[in-house]
């Protein structure tokens, strides 16, 4: 199925962390270090935060304060009324690489993955763990032997469900009351866990790269696949039922608009540093899909 595909905002460096929010759909720059907000159409672009220290992921507690992770000091920033950041928590003590993306339950607690180990140098692989950071801000390691936990969604039934971009996998979790997480399986397989830690050879094996997603009222997934240049459509079990090349690399997406069926999508040539930092060539591009949005973010 082949899907118009519309550009709405330019010249961004990258883009990560989209969500729709208060009629708006917000995301992350990574290399300007800033958070923006726009209309859906990509017009009214406001700039809602600077982050010094690299803004990723983003998620609003119930009273309304805007989270947002600050990827290269670990720390979690909470917005207040003035528009002033706070630390939220500091998570520096639990990481082996740079904090990455989150989910917020209705409840005010944080989900949030990381790196696990120094990606921009070629590292090899270390599997991380999946924190949980409470309104109160205190920090508690919910998992762990997570290839890369990223991209989250909560399902309506309160499942958790962690893409795991080197993994071929997104991993789920029952979420307990109390915010402990049970019952991990496979929600979806795309291949088998890569036999070698070595990034380069890791990459050869991995199929899809589950980055940036949500969730769409028929229960299936929208997963940016970060080494393949779309964005795709998962039902439970690993099954693709459509995808959408926008014909560049993607790495996040988002169902919103007014009738949750606007496909938010982050776009840029590739997830190499220092080729973003110095160019202003991701963009967010939009199509319009069948199923609305639902879950959380």
Request: hydrophobic share 40%.
């Given at each position: 199925?082949?899907?118009e595909?519309?550009?709405?905002?330019?010249?961004?460096?990258?883009?990560?962390?989209?969500?729709?929010?208060?009629?708006?759909?917000?995301?992350?720059d990574?290399?300007t270090?800033?958070?923006?907000?726009?209309?859906?159409d990509?017009?009214?672009?406001?700039?809602?935060a600077?982050?010094?220290?690299?803004?990723?992921?983003?998620?609003?507690?119930?009273?309304?304060?805007?989270?947002?992770v600050?990827?290269?000091?670990?720390r979690?920033?909470?917005?207040?009324?003035?528009?002033?950041?706070?630390?939220?928590a500091?998570?520096?003590?639990?990481l082996?690489?740079?904090?990455?993306?989150?989910?917020?339950d209705?409840?005010?607690?944080?989900?949030?993955?990381?790196?696990?180990?120094?990606?921009?140098?070629?590292a090899?692989?270390?599997?991380?763990?999946?924190?949980r950071?409470?309104?109160?801000?205190?920090v508690?390691?919910?998992?762990?032997?997570?290839?890369?936990?990223?991209?989250?969604?909560?399902?309506?039934?309160?499942?958790l469900l962690?893409?795991?971009?080197?993994?071929?996998?997104v991993?789920?979790?029952d979420?307990?009351?109390?915010?402990?997480?049970?019952?991990?399986?496979?929600w979806?397989?795309f291949?088998?866990?890569?036999?070698?830690?070595?990034?380069?050879?890791?990459?050869?094996?991995?199929?899809?790269?589950?980055?940036?997603?949500?969730?769409?009222?028929?229960?299936?997934?929208?997963?940016?696949?970060?080494?393949?240049?779309?964005?795709?459509?998962?039902?439970?079990?690993?099954e693709?039922?459509?995808e959408?090349?926008?014909?560049?690399?993607v790495?996040a997406c988002?169902?919103?608009?007014?009738?949750?069926?606007?496909?938010?999508?982050?776009?840029?040539?590739?997830?190499?540093?220092?080729?973003?930092?110095?160019?202003?060539?991701?963009?967010?591009?939009?199509?319009?899909?069948?199923?609305?949005?639902?879950?959380?973010?």
């Amino acid at each position: 199925m082949s899907r118009e595909i519309s550009t709405i905002v330019t010249g961004m460096s990258y883009l990560e962390g989209p969500r729709w929010h208060d009629q708006r759909i917000w995301f992350s720059d990574f290399y300007t270090g800033r958070v923006y907000s726009a209309a859906e159409d990509g017009s009214d672009l406001r700039t809602e935060a600077e982050v010094p220290q690299q803004p990723s992921g983003l998620g609003w507690l119930p009273d309304g304060r805007l989270l947002i992770v600050s990827m290269r000091d670990g720390r979690l920033l909470r917005r207040e009324a003035d528009g002033t950041l706070a630390c939220h928590a500091d998570l520096s003590g639990y990481l082996g690489g740079h904090l990455n993306d989150m989910v917020v339950d209705a409840q005010g607690r944080v989900f949030v993955g990381e790196f696990g180990f120094d990606l921009m140098s070629g590292a090899d692989l270390t599997p991380a763990g999946l924190l949980r950071v409470d309104p109160d801000g205190t920090v508690t390691q919910v998992a762990e032997d997570l290839w890369f936990p990223n991209g989250s969604v909560i399902t309506e039934d309160g499942t958790l469900l962690v893409d795991e971009t080197f993994g071929n996998r997104v991993t789920a979790f029952d979420i307990a009351a109390d915010g402990t997480l049970a019952n991990r399986r496979t929600w979806a397989k795309f291949g088998e866990l890569p036999s070698d830690r070595e990034l380069g050879k890791m990459l050869g094996q991995v199929v899809v790269a589950p980055d940036g997603c949500c969730l769409d009222a028929d229960g299936a997934m929208w997963i940016a696949d970060g080494l393949n240049g779309r964005v795709i459509r998962v039902r439970q079990g690993g099954e693709i039922a459509e995808e959408i090349q926008p014909g560049t690399g993607v790495f996040a997406c988002m169902l919103g608009g007014a009738d949750g069926r606007t496909l938010f999508i982050c776009t840029a040539p590739d997830f190499q540093e220092e080729a973003r930092k110095n160019a202003r060539e991701a963009n967010l591009v939009a199509a319009r899909v069948d199923t609305p949005r639902a879950g959380l973010p």
